[in-house]
C-alpha cells in the first residue's frame, strides 16, 4: 500500500508562487519505480491533470499551466514536488497527488491551494 500526504497549500495572491510537496510512504515502497502526478479539483468541476512525471523524468503539463508550473521528483527523498508560479484566481482547487504502480493508482488527500487578493 503506498500512502501520499501532500503539503504547500495555502492562500497566495495573485501573482504569487507555491511549492507543493507530495511524501510517498508505505512498507517497502519507492517512488523510484512510479509515475508520480499533480491533479487538481476546483468546485463545480473534473478533476483535470496538472503535471506528469516518469520513471525516466519526461513531463507532461495540462495545457492551462503554459509554462508556469514545474513537476520534479526526489527519488531519495520519496517526494514528488510542484512549484507553480504567477498563480492566478483560476488556479484556486485542491490539489491532489497521484501515484501509480504496476498499474495501481494511488491518491493523496489533497491540499488547498486559493489564489486571492
Known amino acids: 500500500q503506498v500512502q501520499l500526504v501532500e503539503s504547500g497549500g495555502g492562500l497566495v495572491q495573485p501573482g504569487g508562487s507555491l511549492r507543493l510537496s507530495c511524501a510517498a510512504s508505505g512498507s517497502g515502497i519507492s517512488i523510484y519505480a512510479m509515475s508520480m502526478s499533480w491533479y487538481r479539483q476546483a468546485p463545480g468541476k473534473q478533476r483535470e491533470l496538472v503535471a506528469s512525471i516518469t520513471i525516466t523524468g519526461s513531463t507532461n503539463y495540462g495545457d492551462f499551466v503554459k509554462g508556469r508550473f514545474t513537476i520534479s521528483r526526489s527519488n531519495a527523498k520519496n517526494t514528488v514536488y510542484l512549484q507553480m508560479n504567477n498563480l492566478t484566481p483560476e488556479d484556486t482547487a485542491v490539489y491532489y497527488c497521484?501515484?501509480?504502480?504496476?498499474?495501481?493508482?494511488?491518491w493523496g488527500q489533497g491540499t488547498q491551494v486559493t489564489v486571492s487578493s
Open positions: 497521484r501515484a501509480t504502480r504496476h498499474a495501481t493508482g494511488y
